[in-house]
Nanobody, 125 residues
Framework: QVQLVESGGGLVQAGGSLRLSCAASGRTFTTAMGWFRRAPGKERDFVGCITMSGGDTYYADSVKGRFTISRDNAKNMVYLQMNSLKPEDTAIYYC???????????????????WGQGTQVTVSS
């Protein structure tokens, strides 16, 4: 497995922006990476995913056009840029890695085998 550590969460007003970072260590950084979130009282939901090369991304409809995932493989980092934030974006955000060699887009929690501890994002109205 790979170890993942998220950072960058915090409190922001509606309409604002935040950038989450995910630092990966351990095995070689050769997998697709995803972001998920868990709102209070809800299941962990897919936010977005980026391929191993970074050439393709896929987003949940609820964040499409507002959130952008990017990665820097040289630094073993993945980012989630969140713009036009809404109160309903309030959640704990998790970074996740697919199994080694799985470089394509995935959206289900079971497709990812390494998870960070999460970072809280709170959007006030």
């Amino acid at each position: 497995q790979v170890q993942l550590v998220e950072s960058g969460g915090g409190l922001v007003q509606a309409g604002g922006s935040l950038r989450l970072s995910c630092a990966a260590s351990g095995r070689t950084f050769t997998t697709a990476m995803g972001w998920f979130r868990r709102a209070p009282g809800k299941e962990r939901d897919f936010v977005g995913c980026i391929t191993m090369s970074g050439g393709d991304t896929y987003y949940a409809d609820s964040v499409k056009g507002r959130f952008t995932i990017s990665r820097d493989n040289a630094k073993n980092m993945v980012y989630l840029q969140m713009n036009s934030l809404k109160p309903e974006d309030t959640a704990i955000y998790y970074c996740a890695a697919r199994r080694a060699g799985r470089g394509t887009i995935a959206t289900d929690v079971t497709d990812f085998d390494s998870w960070g501890q999460g970072t809280q994002v709170t959007v006030s109205s």
